[in-house]
């Protein structure tokens, strides 16, 4: 709740709003710095149509402060005409980058190609804040581009303990403002 009073200038029942849960995980072989990555994204739960569900997976790197993971996968999508449902799918290539190792901040990237879309590439930096026996704070910003679309930018925060997050963002665009909640739980 403390995350979206943060952002009060989009009500959170505003049609800008947009809540979902993201499942994250990583398997590395021991004694490797190379495994496999995939990625849930569920629908957002504020709307009922379309449904968007995105998996991904693919080979991953990670060392102590870094990982890259290069994926391929396929977004469903369904959505209703009158009393018919409509299922698509769509594949897709996903390439996420994180750097911790930066002086004073943090470093996410992500390049997403979907065929019936531009091409996003999201950059994100953060500061992080932990205290001991707290949840870790973070604050910064999130910057999407979508080539020859639009651009997005504004202030995120996020709440992480242990394996589960949760983030709010604020992206100001030309011609929509969004205001995002993630739950992020890396398994």
């Not at 809540?19 to 504020?46: M, N, T, Y």
């Not at 019936?116 to 870790?136: E, N, W």
Request: glycine share 6%.
């Amino acid at each position: 709740m403390l995350l979206l009073m943060t952002f009060h200038t989009a009500p959170i029942f505003a049609a800008d709003f947009q809540a979902r849960l993201l499942l994250h995980k990583q398997v590395v072989f021991e004694g490797r710095s190379l495994g496999i990555a995939g990625w849930f994204v569920a629908p957002d739960i504020s709307t009922t149509r379309p449904l968007k569900n995105l998996f991904v997976a693919g080979p991953c790197y990670k060392d102590a402060h870094s990982w890259a993971e290069v994926m391929l996968g396929v977004m469903l999508t369904s959505t209703s005409q009158g009393d018919t449902l409509i299922k698509a799918y769509e594949f897709v290539g996903d390439v996420r980058v994180q750097c911790k190792n930066m002086k004073f901040f943090d470093v996410f990237a992500e390049f997403f190609i979907r065929p019936s879309d531009p091409v996003m590439i999201c950059v994100i930096t953060r500061q992080v804040v932990a205290l001991h026996g707290l949840p870790a704070l973070s604050a910064g910003i999130e910057w999407d581009w979508f080539i020859e679309k639009e651009i997005r930018i504004g202030p995120r925060l996020t709440m992480s303990y242990k394996t589960l997050s949760i983030t709010a963002t604020r992206q100001y665009a030309e011609h929509q403002n969004i205001l995002r909640l993630y739950c992020l739980a890396n398994l």
